[in-house]
């Protein structure tokens, strides 16, 4: 269906059709090769339509949120106990889905998205996108301590190994510690620590491969960007024309 270009971006649930203008007066949308002006239309089914040289979704209705998930709020779409979950936090037209987990007594940024592929480039370890916590610890965790997170640590599900662990900072019996993971089982990162002696007292997600937001409060969230979303696949070794034609929304 041939419609208004700031229209059919908006569509997608990447911006607001006003954004959508915004980019269309910079001249970094095109059509069809051409550089796009307001008031231009276009056909999605035919045309290409790109922003920054990377092509839209084949089909609107691709959505990707950004949660700072508070602690307390479970990461599941449906919970059979009653409880608060992130899809409650995200009021919307369309169904989206948390990408990978956060436990219920963890706080920080959550994906939220419609967009399977995306999800799996996430969250799947073969893709290796790093994701950053910063975690309270009891003790002041050494480089023994250190190097032991990255040349792993055996807990009862195999062995788990952080990219990347240092202290941010120390304060009488407590520390602050950043951990860089790739995978993203169960609890790993506070199991992992209590293996090593240092009870996590709070854990919080800053980071989803080169996505972060401090600015974004508890129980608050925004859509991604542009650039976000084309990071985070490029994250993963892929690229947005990557992203799958979209089956029709569910009613």
Request: aromatic share 4%.
């Amino acid at each position: 269906m041939i419609d208004r270009l700031q229209k059919l971006i908006a569509h997608t649930g990447l911006m607001s059709r006003r954004g959508a203008e915004e980019l269309i007066r910079e001249g970094r949308v095109s059509i069809d090769g051409r550089v796009a002006r307001l008031g231009d239309r276009a056909d999605p089914a035919v045309a290409v339509v790109t922003i920054d040289g990377v092509p839209l979704p084949t089909k609107t209705g691709l959505v990707y949120v950004l949660l700072n998930k508070p602690e307390g709020v479970i990461s599941t779409a449906h919970d059979p106990q009653g409880r608060a979950t992130v899809v409650d936090l995200v009021p919307g037209e369309h169904r989206l889905y948390p990408v990978g987990r956060l436990d219920a007594g963890s706080s920080g940024l959550l994906l939220m998205t419609n967009d399977g592929t995306l999800a799996n480039l996430v969250t799947h370890p073969r893709y290796e996108v790093e994701k950053t916590y910063v975690a309270l610890v009891a003790g002041t965790p050494g480089r023994g301590v250190l190097r032991q997170l990255v040349a792993g640590v055996e807990l009862d599900d195999g062995v788990a190994r952080a990219v990347r662990a240092r202290v941010i900072s120390s304060h009488r019996d407590r520390s602050q510690l950043e951990v860089v993971m790739a995978e993203g089982r169960k609890r790993e990162v506070r199991r992992m620590l209590d293996a090593l002696g240092h009870e996590v007292h709070g854990l919080v997600r800053v980071g989803i491969g080169p996505v972060s937001d401090a600015t974004l409060k508890p129980g608050s969230w925004r859509y991604l960007t542009v650039e976000e979303v084309r990071s985070l696949y490029a994250a993963a070794g892929a690229t947005w024309q990557d992203a799958p034609t979209m089956m029709e929304q569910d009613e």
